[in-house]
């Protein structure tokens, strides 16, 4: 397995595990939104409660000054228990008389408080004066309610939480301004807003469990893919080796039978060439010292590519020498002429004129060249057409074999292996060794579609730049003096 999938893999891994914490951060930030807006309403709406009792108090209030009669001013008042005595009048006010305060007098969560403003201290209905600094200050300041904090609404008698006053403001032209406050504890609402608190982390909890959970089974299906394939990708390693191992078994067996075969033949190469000699040396003419020669000579090259075979396929390197590429092109051509001839298949060779020097073995680029132009040849029909052409671009030399036969699938043109091959008769060696060869002097072979059909053979190698006086020497060399 390649690096590219697995780290597909593991960048999808932690897009999940992080698209699961947001989600899960994002249910808890609305749980907790949602909670502190329904804990702001409730605060409003606990505090609009007190106000509308102070209202509904004190209009009952003043509807009982109003009782009372009289136009005159009273003068300055003072609380005795829980009656308010005036200096200008014999009235008494006792604001318990004049307040249907039941409803709340003994409730646990509230308090009424009433007074003058004149005494300036805020005082519980009975006049038992209390000190709460923030319900004096909100009735000095004319606020209609005010936060109690759990020390002030502990000397109230109230439970030790926040508590909010709702304040009403009553105006007589006799008695002067009084105060009505209703102070209401919140102990209730925090409980309520505790169980809503509990409910809101109970319902975040099981929906990021929820959430945790399919992207746990996600994660472990992802796990489960992941073991698959590394599976699966072990089997088809074990797969090729398997492949690889027999077909090295198969190659070690034809080196073998190979170097039987060159061993088998040195014997009766050595006679045809002492025969072709005795043939030369005994002719009456030339063109039979001729046919002699020519036998001398391809047993002699029968020998050299045999042995350079054998060479290669024990492992020594090529031969690095500086040839010229027409020469290997025309070789090549001249060893296929009759088989071409034979086929009934025409061979047309481009101008080979200006073609670099290229540095390997020549004997190797011949018989990869050789068995290219074959295998044309044997995909072509009859009356058909084989090109051979050679270009250079830069420091690249190539050389094209091209036909008009049926093309190969392209499913198998990546498939240049020993012993594979598509004619029935074949060995499977032609395109593996063409191959081998371009590999060994830096080059390629690719087969390409050709347009209108057939194949593009196209051998690509370095053609290394010659000095000029080394193309000086090559020239002198090819027209030696005298």
Same mark, same amino acid.
Request: charged share 25%.
């Given at each position: 397995?390649?690096?590219?999938?697995?780290?597909?893999?593991?960048?999808?891994?932690?897009?999940?595990?992080?698209?699961?914490?947001? *989600?899960?951060?994002?249910?808890?930030?609305?749980?907790?939104?949602?909670?502190?807006?329904?804990?702001?309403?409730?605060?409003?709406?606990?505090?609009?409660?007190?106000?509308?009792?102070?209202?509904?108090?004190?209009?009952?209030?003043?509807?009982?000054?109003?009782?009372?009669?009289?136009?005159?001013?009273?003068? *300055?008042?003072?609380?005795?228990?829980?009656?308010?005595?005036?200096?200008?009048?014999?009235?008494?006010?006792?604001?318990?008389?004049?307040?249907?305060?039941?409803?709340? *007098?003994?409730?646990?969560?509230?308090?009424?408080?009433?007074?003058?403003?004149?005494?300036?201290?805020?005082?519980?209905?009975?006049?038992?004066?209390?000190?709460?600094?923030?319900?004096?200050?909100?009735?000095?300041?004319?606020?209609?309610?005010?936060?109690?904090?759990?020390?002030?609404?502990?000397?109230?008698?109230?439970?030790?939480?926040?508590?909010?006053?709702?304040?009403?403001?009553?105006?007589?032209?006799?008695?002067?301004?009084?105060?009505?406050?209703?102070?209401?504890?919140?102990?209730?609402?925090?409980?309520?807003?505790?169980?809503?608190?509990?409910?809101?982390?109970?319902?975040?909890?099981?929906?990021?469990?929820?959430?945790?959970?399919?992207?746990?089974?996600?994660?472990?299906?992802?796990?489960?893919?992941?073991?698959?394939?590394?599976?699966?990708?072990?089997?088809?390693?074990?797969?090729?080796?398997?492949?690889?191992?027999?077909?090295?078994?198969?190659?070690?067996?034809?080196?073998?039978?190979?170097?039987?075969?060159?061993?088998?033949?040195?014997?009766?190469?050595?006679?045809?060439?002492?025969?072709?000699?005795?043939?030369?040396?005994?002719?009456?003419?030339?063109?039979?010292?001729?046919?002699?020669?020519?036998?001398?000579?391809?047993?002699?090259?029968?020998?050299?590519?045999?042995?350079?075979?054998?060479?290669?396929?024990?492992?020594?390197?090529?031969?690095?020498?500086?040839?010229?590429?027409?020469?290997?092109?025309?070789?090549?051509?001249?060893?296929?002429?009759?088989?071409?001839?034979?086929?009934?298949?025409?061979?047309?060779?481009?101008?080979?004129?200006?073609?670099?020097?290229?540095?390997?073995?020549?004997?190797?680029?011949?018989?990869?060249?050789?068995?290219?132009?074959?295998?044309?040849?044997?995909?072509?029909?009859?009356?058909?057409?084989?090109?051979?052409?050679?270009?250079?671009?830069?420091?690249?030399?190539?050389?094209?074999?091209?036909?008009?036969?049926?093309?190969?699938?392209?499913?198998?043109?990546?498939?240049?292996?020993?012993?594979?091959?598509?004619?029935?008769?074949?060995?499977?060696?032609?395109?593996?060794?063409?191959?081998?060869?371009?590999?060994?002097?830096?080059?390629?072979?690719?087969?390409?579609?050709?347009?209108?059909?057939?194949?593009?053979?196209?051998?690509?190698?370095?053609?290394?730049?010659?000095?000029?006086?080394?193309?000086?020497?090559?020239?002198?060399?090819?027209?030696?003096?005298?």
């Amino acid at each position: 397995m390649n690096a590219s999938p697995l780290g597909s893999k593991r960048w999808r891994t932690g897009l999940l595990t992080t698209a699961m914490v947001l *989600a899960i951060g994002v249910i808890a930030a609305l749980g907790v939104m949602d909670e502190r807006s329904l804990v702001s309403t409730t605060r409003i709406e606990s505090s609009r409660e007190p106000r509308v009792l102070a209202e509904v108090l004190a209009s009952e209030f003043r509807a009982g000054l109003s009782s009372l009669g009289g136009d005159e001013p009273a003068g *300055a008042g003072h609380a005795e228990g829980g009656a308010w005595r005036f200096e200008d009048t014999s009235l008494v006010i006792e604001p318990r008389q004049l307040l249907h305060e039941d409803a709340i *007098a003994n409730d646990a969560d509230h308090r009424l408080l009433v007074w003058a403003t004149a005494t300036g201290d805020p005082r519980t209905i009975d006049g038992v004066r209390v000190d709460i600094p923030s319900v004096a200050h909100a009735a000095t300041a004319g606020e209609s309610s005010a936060w109690l904090t759990p020390s002030e609404a502990h000397r109230l008698g109230l439970p030790e939480e926040l508590a909010v006053a709702g304040l009403s403001r009553v105006d007589d032209p006799r008695f002067g301004e009084w105060i009505v406050a209703v102070v209401s504890s919140t102990e209730r609402q925090r409980a309520r807003e505790a169980r809503r608190y509990a409910r809101t982390i109970v319902m975040v909890s099981l929906a990021s469990l929820v959430v945790l959970g399919f992207g746990l089974v996600l994660l472990r299906t992802q796990r489960q893919e992941r073991a698959f394939e590394r599976m699966l990708a072990r089997e088809s390693m074990r797969a090729q080796q398997e492949v690889q191992l027999a077909r090295e078994g198969r190659a070690a067996t034809m080196l073998t039978f190979a170097a039987g075969i060159a061993h088998e033949l040195s014997t009766p190469l050595g006679v045809i060439a002492m025969r072709a000699e005795q043939l030369e040396n005994n002719a009456d003419d030339d063109r039979a010292r001729r046919g002699a020669r020519a036998i001398t000579e391809q047993v002699a090259k029968i020998r050299e590519s045999a042995r350079g075979f054998l060479a290669i396929a024990r492992g020594a390197a090529p031969l690095h020498e500086r040839f010229p590429a027409d020469d290997v092109l025309r070789s090549a051509v001249a060893r296929v002429e009759h088989r071409f001839e034979r086929a009934g298949v025409s061979l047309r060779v481009q101008s080979l004129s200006g073609l670099p020097w290229i540095y390997g073995d020549a004997r190797l680029l011949e018989h990869a060249l050789t068995n290219l132009l074959l295998n044309a040849c044997d995909a072509s029909r009859v009356r058909g057409e084989v090109e051979l052409g050679a270009s250079r671009s830069d420091s690249q030399l190539e050389i094209v074999v091209s036909d008009r036969g049926g093309g190969i699938d392209p499913a198998i043109r990546g498939r240049m292996q020993p012993f594979f091959s598509t004619k029935a008769e074949g060995t499977g060696l032609g395109l593996a060794i063409a191959s081998e060869v371009m590999r060994m002097h830096r080059g390629e072979l690719r087969l390409d579609e050709r347009s209108g059909g057939g194949t593009n053979a196209v051998l690509r190698l370095p053609a290394e730049p010659m000095s000029d006086d080394a193309l000086a020497d090559e020239a002198q060399d090819a027209h030696p003096a005298g």
